[in-house]
């Protein structure tokens, strides 16, 4: 095979980004990811003609089933979970290339007959020897399925092509696990092989953060302690936990957002300007936000965080059940479906200012937003009862719903006295387009395809989140919560607003 | 209506609600439309569909300066979406020109005024147009990019020598063609069926290139022989024509035929053949021939109307490399 060849009809700034042809291996591909998030979204590439012609998909599972019952069943989930009308000849096309083996993940011969099937799709359909093997699957099967891979000889392509594993969330339940969990596939796949997804940050408007903050040079040069009062980062929920009970009984509020979502905006917000937008360039600014967070001592937890669960209450023109109500989960839960800390990034650049952070589930309304508070102007010129309506700067960045920001300034209230107030300006920049965005899962198994791993989480990252919730882990371990404590349908507890009364300042409200 | 502050103040008006305050005006561009009479509707409808992503002020200059006396109309309208759960309205503007007699000779005067400052300008030209006129590149002088069909031309290859001397020229904006636009699909589709690397040979070895195009489809496919000839750097050395069938030596061995089918019926095809290998692309259908082994399946290359096509051109801003190489070879076919 030559190994220095140029395609040059690909020299064409304007042509999409479109990977080299490769075969993806899903392992839990009878489950639900694949059948809601990852076929749809591959269908979804197609159809906007961003699958390389050459391109395999082989699904594995225990489950018994042919290369053509898997395929009417992806079919069907593909016509359920997206929207919009699923074309023949694009499905046509597309399953083509879509293949099932029933093989156990345990079993170490299945790997010798998934080889052999790789090799025949190298020929066949011309996908180069790269391989993207997917772990759609229990996280207990991980370490095992990166260790058989490694034995049967495919942490590496075949023939110069190339190998990566994509790991889905969760990293780990604490620091001990996601590090035994990074061990174990860093010993059998190079770090830069290894792809974690968060699908949060797949989402436009979460890289919107990005584009705004570093395509304007309006903001840069106040972001920082010295203008900055300080920083409030809420995701809130007004739905509950639904069917997902037996899952958020293992996880809570904390493991299930803040770890991940929550420390990503708050990387987002506090990040230095990367000096490109490479992989490296941008996950290491991240690291060295996650580095600076102040550590928290286990004395220090119930001063600098709160937890809540919700009771029943009132959510808009509904009563919902509390938390402990609701369908598998415990009568007596210690789970928190609410949680807000009050932590520090250590900086120069933000030394002194407090970022404020709260999630929850069964809020008053739901929103993702992030607020910088600006400290008051230095002096007023005008006289007191002239500045009576007058509060300080705030610049919100909402994430969702009605992705935009809005900024609340001081204006001159007309009439022939000068007396100023504040005016709240909104621009929805979001609903400048009306574009259709792509799906998360679609951007992020591009990007993944195209070996572009900016909008993945690096192994330090996931761990030093961990690190942070550490001692806040411990101690709610260790003491009894008091829960319920929030009525469905408010802002959480009480304990929460006094987190933040105690600096002399106060929970906007999203 | 009253002069530039009139148009400015009746569009404010216009986006004024009953509750006493605006609706928002996003813009991330200024549309400027040159057209005659018999275009105004088709323009105008294409502009109404691009507001949702391309949020802009559209400004649409119908001039007949041939007409025996002078006249200025002016109509405007604001087109307020509602995207989002919550139903903010956002609105794009269109200002419509009629210019007749004298006036119509000058239309910069009228375009500049309306120009909405710190948004880059894009010029579109549905019919066509003479790129020699002087009020013409007056006008065009103040667009970022220029906007071309083509496939208006009534000699294409005429248009395409043209064209190619336009894009050197100082002080020009930078060009587009809606023909060259219609052919991504296809672009992208080729460059990657000769991405996995034993098919390498295949592009060093080839040996002809046939492109069979629709009555109305030659600037197309002179553009899409342009492309591969200039990405492959080959150079047209002889040519040959009979009828609507036209042949070339290329540099390096390479036969190109163009040829234009009998109807609009048949499926455009294009057949890129080396040595060992032969890929037959059409519309619907992707054929590859590689040494005994045939494979056979369904692509998806149809052309996207011109309101998707605008909008593609809409999303690129400066000089586009591979269109203006593609272009100069096609001027010499
Ligand atoms: N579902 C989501 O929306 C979502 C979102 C974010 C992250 N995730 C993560 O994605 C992963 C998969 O989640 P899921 O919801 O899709 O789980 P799931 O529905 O339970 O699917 C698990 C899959 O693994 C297969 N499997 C189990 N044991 C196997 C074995 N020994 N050999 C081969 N296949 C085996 C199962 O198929 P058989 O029984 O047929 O073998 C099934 O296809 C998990 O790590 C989850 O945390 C899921």
């Known amino acids: 095979m030559p190994e220095t060849f140029e395609n040059t009809l690909r020299a064409d700034e304007r042509l999409p980004r479109m990977p080299p042809p490769a075969a993806m291996v899903i392992f839990g591909a009878s489950g639900d990811l694949t059948a809601r998030k990852l076929v749809p979204a591959l269908y979804d590439l197609a159809d906007r003609r961003l699958l390389p012609p050459e391109f395999a998909v082989v699904g594995i599972s225990r489950t018994r089933m042919s290369h053509d019952e898997f395929r009417s069943r992806m079919r069907e989930s593909v016509g359920e979970f997206r929207s919009g009308k699923v074309r023949d000849d694009v499905w046509g096309s597309f399953a083509r290339g879509l293949y099932y083996l029933p093989l156990d993940s345990r079993d170490p011969a299945a790997y010798d007959e998934l080889r052999r099937f790789l090799a025949k799709l190298d020929r066949e359909h011309h996908t180069g020897g790269n391989r993207v093997f997917y772990m759609a699957t229990a996280p207990t099967l991980f370490p095992v399925i990166v260790e058989r891979l490694e034995a049967a000889g495919m942490n590496e392509g075949e023939g110069g092509g190339f190998a990566r594993v994509v790991v889905e969330k969760p990293f780990g339940r604490d620091l001990a696990s996601a590090r035994e969990l990074n061990q174990k596939i860093t010993h059998h796949f190079r770090e830069d092989q290894v792809y974690r997804i968060d699908h949060y940050l797949g989402k436009e408007t979460v890289q919107n953060i990005l584009a705004l903050r570093f395509s304007n040079a309006l903001f840069e040069p106040v972001w920082n302690g010295r203008f900055v009062d300080h920083v409030q980062i809420t995701v809130a929920e007004s739905l509950g936990v639904g069917e997902r009970g037996a899952f958020y009984e293992e996880a809570g509020a904390l493991r299930d957002i803040v770890q991940n979502h929550m420390m990503q905006l708050l990387c987002l917000t506090a990040m230095e300007p990367p000096v490109s937008f490479d992989a490296e360039s941008v996950r290491e600014e991240k690291v060295k936000v996650l580095r600076a967070v102040r550590r928290i001592s286990e004395e220090e937890v119930n001063a600098l965080a709160v937890r809540g669960q919700y009771a029943s209450g009132w959510v808009w023109d509904r009563e919902v059940p509390g938390y402990r109500s609701e369908p598998k989960v415990a009568g007596d839960s210690p789970t928190e479906t609410f949680a807000a800390l009050k932590l520090f990034v250590d900086n120069w650049r933000w030394a002194g200012v407090p970022f404020y952070v709260r999630t929850g589930k069964r809020l008053a309304k739901g929103a993702t937003e992030i607020a910088i508070q600006f400290r008051p102007a230095p002096h007023t010129p005008f006289a007191g009862d002239a500045t009576g309506g007058l509060e300080p700067n705030v610049l919100v960045i909402r994430v969702q719903p009605d992705e935009g920001i809005s900024f609340k300034i001081g204006s001159k209230v007309p009439g022939s006295r000068f007396r100023v107030r504040s005016v709240n300006m909104d621009l929805p920049y979001g609903a400048a387009f009306l574009e259709e965005r792509p799906d998360a899962y679609e951007r992020l198994l591009l990007d993944l395809m195209l070996g572009d791993a900016t909008l993945f989480i690096r192994a330090d990252e996931a761990e030093r989140s961990w690190e942070i919730l550490e001692p806040v882990m411990r101690v709610w371990e260790r003491e009894e919560p008091e829960f319920p404590n929030y009525a469905a349908g408010t802002w959480g507890p009480e304990a929460a607003d006094e987190l933040i009364r105690r600096d002399g300042r106060r929970w906007r409200r999203p | ?333």
């Open chain 2, 1 to 333: 209506m009253r002069g530039v502050e009139g148009i400015e103040r009746e569009l404010a008006r216009m986006r004024l609600r009953s509750d006493g305050l605006y609706d928002l005006r996003a813009s991330v561009l200024n549309l400027l439309v040159v057209a005659d009479e018999g275009l105004a509707g088709e323009v105008s409808e294409v502009i109404s569909r691009l507001s949702g992503n391309h949020p802009s002020r559209s400004i649409i200059l119908i001039t007949d300066s041939g007409a025996p006396e002078s006249r200025l109309d002016v109509q405007i309208s604001t087109m307020c979406n509602v995207p989002g759960p919550e139903g903010r309205h956002v609105c794009s503007e269109q200002i419509t020109l009629h210019i007749e007699g004298e006036p119509a000779r000058h239309p910069e005067s009228f375009a500049d005024p309306l120009l909405l400052p710190d948004l880059p300008a894009v010029m579109w030209c549905p019919g066509e147009i003479s790129l020699d006129a002087p009020g013409f590149r007056r006008l065009a002088g103040m667009a970022d990019r220029l906007i071309l069909d083509s496939a208006t031309a009534g000699d294409c290859g005429r248009a395409m020598r043209k064209m190619a001397g336009f894009v050197d020229e100082p002080g020009m904006p930078h060009l587009g063609d809606l023909q060259w636009t219609a052919l991504l699909p296809w672009r992208s589709f080729i460059a990657a069926l000769f991405d996995p690397p034993e098919r390498a040979p295949a592009l060093r070895e080839l040996r002809r290139v046939r492109i069979e195009h629709r009555p109305g489809g030659l600037c197309r496919a002179l553009l899409l022989a342009g492309w591969l000839a200039s990405a492959l750097g080959l150079h047209p050395e002889s040519r040959k024509r009979s009828g609507d069938a036209r042949e070339y030596d290329l540099s390096g061995g390479v036969r190109l035929e163009l040829e234009q089918l009998g109807s609009d019926a048949a499926p455009p095809r294009v057949l890129i053949e080396s040595a060992g290998a032969s890929f037959e692309v059409s519309v619907g259908r992707l054929r590859i021939r590689e040494g005994s082994s045939v494979t056979e399946r369904a692509v998806r290359l149809e052309a996207p109307g011109t309101g998707d096509l605008l909008g593609e051109e809409l999303t690129f801003f400066g000089r586009d490399g591979a269109y203006e190489a593609a272009l100069k070879v096609a001027a010499e076919l």
